[in-house]
Nanobody
Framework: QVQLVESGGGLVQAGGSLTLACAASRTIFGINTMGWYRQTPGKQRELVATITSSNSTNYADSVKGRFTISRGNAKNTVYLQMSSLKPDDTAVYYC??????????WGQGTQVTVSS
């Protein structure tokens, strides 16, 4: 089992920046993908950004050029640097680990609120 713990959410004004962090409870090895998703009330959870174990990244069109996903040196952490934030970025952000036969895991979510 793996627990994912997110941190870094909060309230920020439009145009501001925020960095989210997600730490896994154990070392993640082999082929895996970590990522960030977000969800607002009444809507489906949507992909924000993912990063593979070989550091290949993928971003939703809505965040390209504004958000950057990266892994920590220990490989069991993932960060999401968010800049030029917009009110539409307001959501609960969830960390995800896709680890093949070892399973798929979600964090508890962290609220990001962008005021206009």
């Amino acid at each position: 089992q793996v627990q994912l713990v997110e941190s870094g959410g909060g309230l920020v004004q439009a145009g501001g920046s925020l960095t989210l962090a997600c730490a896994a409870s154990r070392t993640i090895f082999g082929i895996n993908t970590m990522g960030w998703y977000r969800q607002t009330p009444g809507k489906q959870r949507e992909l924000v950004a993912t990063i593979t174990s070989s550091n290949s990244t993928n971003y939703a069109d809505s965040v390209k050029g504004r958000f950057t996903i990266s892994r920590g040196n220990a490989k069991n952490t993932v960060y999401l640097q968010m800049s030029s934030l917009k009110p539409d970025d307001t959501a609960v952000y969830y960390c995800n680990l896709g680890w093949g036969r070892y399973g798929d895991y979600w964090g508890q979510g962290t609220q990001v609120t962008v005021s206009s």
